[in-house]
């Protein structure tokens, strides 16, 4: 098991959908929570990331991603919160 980070930047253009961008500022996907779900993908070399977003609440939203390619296979579930 190994541990990572990643740094993304979400840039909201509407109060539920946004831009969101690796820490260099290159393009990742869209995001549309404004039905409460959202389906994304992303190819990078030859692996392809497919992630699903799920709002809670008000303050949390989930997100899981499937990585499947010759260098990956794994999925990644993230819970994300805001603190007051």
């Known amino acids: 098991e190994e541990d ?3 740094s993304y930047q979400f840039s909201f253009f509407e109060k539920q959908k946004a831009q969101v961008l690796f820490s260099d500022g ?3 996907h869209e995001l549309d929570l ?3 779900f959202c389906e994304v993908s992303h190819t990078c070399k030859d692996d392809v990331y497919t992630g699903q977003f799920q709002v809670v609440s008000s303050t949390i939203w989930l997100s899981q991603w499937c990585v499947h390619g010759p260098s990956k296979d794994l999925k990644l579930n993230n819970r994300y919160q805001r603190y007051n």
Request: no cysteine.
């Open 4 to 6: 990572v980070h990643r």
């Open 26 to 28: 290159s393009f990742f």
């Open 34 to 36: 404004s039905s409460g």
